[in-house]
């Protein structure tokens, strides 16, 4: 946005280094392991106030932001997730580089990791300003029980022309296999300025899924067969926005829809290997 207020410094580094917990989530399949991955758990800030983000390190002056802030910020009507709640994350006020990053514990997982089948599903929504090219990049690097990296991988958010120069934004998302020996992953929303003064890479509905392609795929209630069951939770679901690779997005397009009612009733009526 190219207008923003004073900015109180030493209370806003006071508040960003306040906000830096490093979130630990449970493992687990199939479901959004990032912490606060809609930037719904704290109360966000009109941009000027950089208030961060609670589950999330802020490194700089990156922090939350209500979707009704108006002055140039995207809003409720602009492209963005249809479940978007009320904040989205920003580069912040007067800065060219910040981030908020998490660490993902995954020990829990460790055999399905070892044996190299797991795979990850990272995704967001990224975006910008009007004809700015600020934008955020989501990324996640994979690390041993001793810290060693052993593996990353990330996605560029949309530029100007990307968004057709409209504010606001799109999803993005990438995939691939989680090495061997990983046992944490840390994931990281970096935001760049281009033009003007604010920072306008912005994000909402990070998530970060693990999948096992060992899995029974539609036994969503773990009893070993898909069955009423496992639909009564498909249904419950059915129609709705999700974080891409979430166990009832089977095509893995963030939103569970005729595609994935064909492939569970597929399944529909099998026991599990
Ligand atoms: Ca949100
Ligand atoms: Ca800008
Ligand atoms: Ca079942
Ligand atoms: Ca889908």
Same mark, same amino acid.
């Given at each position: 946005? #190219? /207008?923003?207020? /004073? &900015? #109180?410094? @030493? !209370?806003?580094? $006071?508040?960003?280094?306040?906000?830096?917990?490093a979130g630990v989530a449970s493992a687990g399949t199939g479901v959004n392991?990032?912490?606060?991955?809609?930037?719904? $758990?704290?109360?966000?800030?009109?941009?000027?106030? /950089?208030?961060?983000?609670?589950?999330?390190?802020?490194l700089g002056f990156a922090t939350g932001v209500t979707w009704d802030t108006g002055a140039g910020f995207p809003g409720p009507f602009d492209p963005g997730p249809a479940d978007r709640g009320a904040n989205f994350a920003s580069g912040g006020p007067g800065n060219s580089s910040s981030a908020l990053a998490q660490v993902i514990d995954v020990s829990g997982d460790a055999a399905l990791i070892d044996s190299g089948s797991a795979s990850f599903v990272l995704s967001g929504w990224l975006g910008g300003y009007f004809n700015q090219d600020d934008h955020a990049t989501l990324g996640v690097q994979f690390f041993s029980?001793? !810290?060693?990296?052993? @593996?990353a991988a990330s996605v560029v958010g949309p530029l100007a022309a990307d968004r057709e120069g409209l504010t606001g934004l799109l999803q993005r998302s990438v995939s691939g296999a989680v090495p061997a020996l990983a046992r944490s992953a840390r994931v990281t929303l970096s935001f760049q300025r281009v033009a003007g003064d604010f920072n306008?890479?912005?994000?909402?509905?990070?998530?970060?899924?693990?999948? !096992?392609?060992?899995?029974?795929?539609?036994?969503?209630?773990?009893?070993?067969?898909?069955s009423t069951p496992d639909l009564v939770i498909f249904l419950g679901v059915f129609g709705q926005a999700v974080t891409p690779g979430s166990a009832q997005d089977f095509n893995g397009d963030g939103v569970v829809s005729t595609p994935d009612l /064909?492939? &569970?009733?597929?399944? &529909?009526?099998? $026991?599990?290997?």
């Open positions: 946005m #190219p /207008v923003m207020g /004073v &900015f #109180p410094r @030493g !209370s806003v580094l $006071a508040l960003a280094a306040v906000a830096c917990a392991l990032v912490q606060n991955g809609g930037f719904e $758990a704290g109360a966000g800030g009109n941009g000027s106030i /950089v208030v961060g983000a609670p589950g999330w390190t802020t029980e001793s !810290s060693e990296l052993l @593996g306008d890479g912005y994000a909402d509905g990070i998530g970060f899924v693990l999948r !096992s392609p060992a899995a029974c795929p539609g036994d969503f209630n773990g009893d070993g067969v898909v /064909v492939s &569970f009733l597929g399944l &529909f009526g099998t $026991a599990c290997p």
